[in-house]
C-alpha cells in the first residue's frame, strides 16, 4: 500500500478552499466545483463543459435541405478558394467580396463537418446524434515538458438509441516561452 502511495501523482493543492479526499481532489474554480481523479500514470482525470452547437444546430438543417450535402461542400472550396484568390488583387472592393466569400466558405464548411459528426452510424439519420453526460478529458505530461491532453465526449442517437465515443486529443506546451518575457 506505500509503494502505491508513492507512485501517485505529484499534484499538490494548497488552497483553503480545496480538500483531498483519496483518491479525489476537489477545489474551487471560478465559482465552480472542480473535480479531478488522480490516475497511477501521472495523469489528470476531470469533467468539462458541453459543447454549445446551439448556432450549428439551428442554421445547419436549413443550409443542407436548401442545397444538399455535396452542393455544401462544393459551395464552401468555391467560396474559400475564390475568397483568397479576391484578397491577392489590390481592390478595396474585391477585398470586401473576398472577405465576405471567405466567410461563407468557412461557414459552409463547418456546416458539412457538423451534417457528417452527428449523422448516425447506425440508422443513417441526419442530425440524429446528440452530446450525452458529461465530457471527460485526461491529461497526461510527457518526459519532454508536453502535456497530452484527451477529451472524450460521448453522443446518442435520439431515434435508434446508438451510443458512439470520441476522442479529442491535443497536445498542450507547459513550458513558458523565453521569447515572451518581458
Same mark, same amino acid.
Given at each position: 500500500?506505500k509503494? =502505491? ?6 499534484i499538490?493543492? +494548497?488552497?483553503k478552499? @480545496?480538500?483531498? +479526499?483519496?483518491d479525489?481532489?476537489?477545489g474551487?474554480?471560478n @465559482? ?6 488522480v490516475? =497511477?500514470d501521472?495523469s ?5 463543459d458541453r459543447?454549445?452547437?446551439s ?6 438543417p #436549413? ?5 444538399? *450535402?455535396m *452542393?455544401v461542400l462544393?459551395i464552401? #472550396?468555391?467560396?474559400? #478558394?475564390?475568397? #483568397?484568390? @479576391?484578397?491577392?488583387i ?9 472577405f465576405?466569400l471567405?466567410i461563407?466558405?468557412?461557414?459552409f464548411i463547418?456546416?458539412? *463537418?457538423?451534417?457528417s459528426n452527428?449523422? %448516425?452510424k447506425? %440508422? +443513417?439519420?441526419?442530425?440524429?446524434y446528440e452530446e450525452?453526460?458529461n $465530457?471527460?478529458?485526461?491529461?497526461? $505530461?510527457?518526459?519532454?515538458g508536453?502535456?497530452?491532453? &484527451?477529451i472524450?465526449? &460521448?453522443?446518442? %442517437?435520439k431515434f %435508434?438509441?446508438?451510443?458512439d465515443t470520441?476522442?479529442? +486529443? ?5 513550458? $513558458?516561452d523565453s521569447? *515572451?518575457?518581458?
Open positions: 500500500m509503494d =502505491q502511495t508513492k507512485t501517485n501523482s505529484s499538490k493543492v +494548497n488552497t478552499d @480545496s480538500q483531498v +479526499n483519496g479525489i481532489i476537489v474551487g474554480h @465559482s465552480t466545483i472542480v473535480k479531478q481523479t490516475v =497511477q501521472n489528470i482525470k476531470y469533467n468539462v459543447e454549445d452547437n448556432f450549428l444546430e439551428t442554421i445547419a #436549413i443550409i443542407i435541405e436548401k442545397f444538399g *450535402k *452542393k462544393g464552401g #472550396i468555391a467560396g474559400i #478558394i475564390s475568397g #483568397i484568390l @479576391s484578397l491577392m489590390p481592390s478595396p472592393y474585391l477585398f470586401w467580396i473576398g465576405i471567405l461563407v466558405g468557412f461557414l463547418i456546416v458539412y *463537418k457538423h451534417h452527428t449523422q %448516425c447506425k %440508422c +443513417n439519420r441526419e442530425f440524429a450525452i453526460g $465530457p471527460e478529458a485526461r491529461e497526461v $505530461p510527457t518526459h519532454d508536453l502535456i497530452k491532453k &484527451t472524450t465526449r &460521448t453522443y446518442k %442517437c %435508434c438509441g446508438d451510443v470520441r476522442n479529442t +486529443n491535443k497536445t498542450i506546451d507547459s513550458k $513558458p521569447d *515572451k518575457r518581458d
